[in-house]
């Protein structure tokens, strides 16, 4: 099973706020990630964030991490019709990376 | 800037047959690199990764190999192909001299259909 565990699926309106959350089980690791995966695509590097930190933003994105419980958020502010996609956490260590299942987010209008 | 390149982009094989894909990286020297499959509805799976020129881990026994053969191509292989090797092939690299994030990049990926 996946060390990394995310909600399937997430439904949200057009410019309303979308969240996803993951835990994530090794205290250890470095960084933690968001990818976008658009249907038929490789993988893209949204945001990461350093484990020292507490959040990060970048545009419409905000990252929060809570250490103490091994909790990783994304928020898009905003959402559109292209924020429709399956969206990765994942942690790093040793240089890989432990992936999520993806959450798949839908925009409707 | 670096691109990484994966192809095919889509292939169908009978079961049995052998299987090549490859992976190339432009714009950076002695990165890693990493095979993931993905499998329909469900997240990544970590399948090789290599460090440098003929250095390859794999993470899961399976029908498959990996091969790095030049510093920038990582090849995914198999000699008789089964059903259950369909799915979502994806090549990554990552640079490891001067970064610092363990960022990895991901290629276009292959569909690969067996039959």
């Known amino acids: 099973g996946e060390d990394v565990e995310q909600s399937l699926f997430l439904s949200v309106r057009e410019g309303d706020s979308s969240v996803i959350n993951c835990t994530y089980t090794d205290s250890s690791s470095t960084y933690l990630y968001w990818y976008k995966q658009e249907p038929g695509a490789g993988l893209q590097l949204l945001t990461y964030?350093?484990?020292?930190?507490d959040m990060k933003q970048d545009q419409r994105l905000t990252v929060l991490l809570n250490k103490k419980d091994k909790h990783l958020s994304l928020r898009i502010a905003d959402t559109q019709t292209g924020d429709s996609a399956i969206y990765f956490c994942?942690?790093?260590?040793?240089?890989?990376?432990?992936f999520g299942a993806g959450t798949t987010v839908t925009v409707r209008a | 800037s670096q691109t990484i390149h994966q192809w095919p982009a889509t292939l169908v094989q009978p079961v049995g047959s052998p299987l090549s894909l490859e992976c190339t990286v432009e714009g950076t020297s002695n990165p890693n690199l990493y095979w993931y499959r993905q499998a329909a509805g469900r997240g990544l799976q970590l399948l090789f990764y290599s460090v440098g020129i003929g250095q390859i881990s794999s993470e899961v026994p399976q029908n498959l190999s990996a091969s790095r053969p030049q510093d920038r191509q990582f090849i995914l292989s198999s000699k008789k192909l089964l059903l259950s090797d369909s799915g979502f092939y994806l090549c990554a690299w990552m640079m490891i001299a001067g970064g610092f994030t363990d960022t990895q990049y991901f290629g276009p990926g292959t569909r690969l259909t067996v039959l």
């Open positions: 964030i350093f484990s020292n930190m």
């Open positions: 994942a942690e790093s260590l040793n240089y890989k990376l432990s």
